[in-house]
Each structure stands twice: as C-alpha cells, then as structure tokens.
C-alpha cells in the first residue's frame, strides 16, 4: 500500500512545471534534498505510527519518567533531524550558487503585468527586446538581470533554476544554465495581481550555434514595411507596441508574433483567426489588462494590421 501510494504521489513529477526532472545542477541539487526530506519524513512517520501503535499493546502499567519526553522527544529527537537537515541542505544551497564565468551570456527579465519582457543585452547587433520567450545556450552560464516596475514578481523556471524575486526600484541577479537543449516553461511565482496566473513565458535553451543564430535572425526578420498594414499599424498600435527587435516596447513586443504559443498567456495562437479573436475580445479574455479596446477599428483594416503582424519570415 505504501509502494502504490507513493508511485501515485510522484506519478506526476514528469511535468513541464516539476522541480523532480531537472535539467541542470542547481535543480538536482534541489531535486535531491526534496528527495531526503520526503524519505526522512516518511522514516518519522513509521517510527511514530510504530509507536503509536505500540502503545495499544497489553502490557504491565509503568510511569515513564517525564524526562524521557523533554531531553528525548524534545530536545534530542529535533536535534538530530535538524542536523541531517542541515548536513545535507548546505551543500544544496551552494550548488545553487554558480561560479562566475568568462564566457557569461548576459539577458533582462523585466515584470511587467501581466506579462515578462526580455532583453538580450549582449547580442553582436545591440541589445535584442523580446516578449514572452527568453532565448539562451544551452551548456553555458547566463546571468539574469531582473527588474520590475510595478509590483513584486517571482522569475522561476522550475526545471532549471531556483525561483528569484523581482523588486520594484531594485536589481537582482539569477545565474542560471540549462545543461540541455530544450523548451522549459516558466511561470511567476509571486502573486501580483488579478492575472498572476496568466504571464507564463518560456525559456527556450539552443545547442552549439542556434542562440548566436537566433540573434542574427531575429535581428534581420523584421515585417514587411511595404506592407498595407504598415500605416494602419504606425496609426493605431506603434504608440504602445514595437515590431523592430531593436527597439523596446512599453507594452508586450509584437516581433515574431506568429512564433506564439499563447495570446495574452490566455489563447492558444495556432492560426490567424485565433489573433483576430484576440484583438476583438481581449477586455473579455483577459480583463483588467490596461490594454485599449478596439471596437473603433474597421474589419478591413484590422485584416490589415493582422497581415502586417503576421508577416515576418
């Protein structure tokens, strides 16, 4: 019984968000000091259900000196868990700490509500301004600034690295290094307001050149300016949102918009209609969002702005 409560408690540690399959050493370390805690835990609840159990055992009546409860129960029984603890959480808590490197790769993760701003501060062709996915090598050290100017934010990527605070007015760095190629996905972990649970990003981890490849390209896959939507986009959406990665944007950069998962971390983005849905019900999808309506754009030229949007290589 036990066997199958436990395979039913772990069935689950596969999953996208768990801190049980980790991809780089700081959450193995993570991941083994849960697992030490669990199996310890597990060894105090035998040995007090043991105990417990006994007691119902028929037996000769004995006073038990109230000693053994205070220096044993009390004092000696938690030293000597606290102490396993420790033994085993210092070294954890180290790992956590990665060295510092030459060869660093160096990104913004900026707290916005509702929604996570990225800046590749070190890319050959000036800083790169994305929304929603942070790219980076995978194997090699990077370092996250974090900066929020609104509320109190949490950047955590379960998988790969341990969850940091995002401060208003103030800059924290998280170091951080997935050890293989891959799609992680990331969440906030601070409640920050009424869609806290709704500006998920991703941290997509490249292999040997693809991050020095994804700069460059995303540096040279700007929209069509020729295209019709141009002026309708410049007219109605330029003052809050930018489609040049080269340039930052107040409110969630539009480049690569096609490359989206997710609408506003709320709508699944898998054809054109999906961003044309967005841009209609937003205020409904996803209340309370600062985002303007936009009953007063005609459908002919939202078609375009869409086009527009749409048209990156």
Known sequence: MGLLLLVATTAGCATPLSTLDPASSSTAAIATLWWVMLGGAAAILIGVTAAFLYSF????????????????????????????????????????????????????????QWWWAFVH??????????????HIPAGRLVEVTLTSDNVIHSFWVPRVTWKLDVVPGHSNRLRLRADEPGVYEGVCAEFCGLHHAHMPFRLIAHAGDGYEAYLADAAAAAVDADHPGATDFVAECSGCHSVDPLEPSPAPHLHRLR????????????????????????????????????????DDQLERIIGYLESAP
């Open 57 to 112: 055992k028929k037996h000769r009546r004995r006073e038990v000196p109230e000693g053994y409860f205070l220096w044993g129960g009390g004092l000696a029984f938690p030293a000597v868990v606290l102490t396993a603890l420790m033994a085993v959480a210092l070294p954890v808590g180290q790992a956590l700490l990665l060295p510092d490197e030459d060869d660093v790769v160096r990104v913004e993760a900026i707290g916005n």
């Open 121 to 134: 501060t070190d890319a050959p062709q000036g800083p790169v301004h994305a929304a929603v996915d942070l």
């Open 259 to 298: 490359d989206r998962r997710l609408l506003g971390g709320v709508l699944a983005y898998e054809e054109t209609a999906d961003l044309r849905h967005w841009l209609r019900e937003h205020e409904n999808l996803k209340p309370g969002t600062f985002k303007p309506i936009h009953d007063h754009i005609p």
